[in-house]
C-alpha cells in the first residue's frame, strides 16, 4: 500500500502563487510516476502535470508556463509550483502515484487538496 499526503492548498487572488507538496510513503517501486489531477465543481477530474522518477515532464495545456512540477526522490515528495493562478485554476488538486513495473501498473491517490483562487 501506499499512502499519499497532500499540503499547501488555500485561498489565493488572482495572478498569486501557491506550492503544493505531496508526500508518498509505503510500498513505492522504483520506476514510480507522480502528478496532480485537479477536480472543479461540476467538472471530471483532469491531469494536471506528472513527471517520472527520472524527471521527465508533462503538463496539461492549460497550465504550461504557469505550473512547475518537481520531485524529491529522497524524500519521495512531489511538488507544484503554481504561478500567475488564474480563477479557472480552482479546485480540489489530487496528489497521484503511479507504480510502475513490466506488465503491473498500480495507481494510489490522496485525499485532496482545496485551491481557490479569488479575483
Known amino acids: 500500500q501506499v499512502q499519499l499526503v497532500e499540503s499547501g492548498g488555500g485561498l489565493v487572488e488572482a495572478g498569486g502563487s501557491l506550492r503544493l507538496s505531496c508526500v508518498a510513503s509505503g510500498s513505492i517501486f522504483r520506476v514510480n510516476l507522480m502528478g496532480w489531477f485537479r477536480q472543479a465543481p461540476g467538472k471530471q477530474r483532469e491531469l494536471v502535470a506528472t513527471?517520472?522518477?527520472?524527471?521527465?515532464?508533462n503538463y496539461v495545456d492549460s497550465v504550461k508556463g504557469r505550473f512547475t512540477i518537481s520531485r524529491d526522490n529522497a524524500k519521495t515528495t512531489v511538488y507544484l509550483q503554481m504561478n500567475n493562478l488564474k480563477l479557472e485554476d480552482t479546485a480540489v488538486y489530487y496528489c497521484?502515484?503511479?507504480?510502475?513495473?513490466?506488465?503491473?501498473?498500480?495507481?494510489?491517490w490522496g485525499k485532496g487538496t482545496l485551491v481557490t483562487v479569488s479575483s
Open positions: 497521484n502515484l503511479k507504480n510502475i513495473a513490466v506488465g503491473y501498473e498500480m495507481d494510489y
Open positions: 513527471i517520472y522518477t527520472g524527471g521527465i515532464t
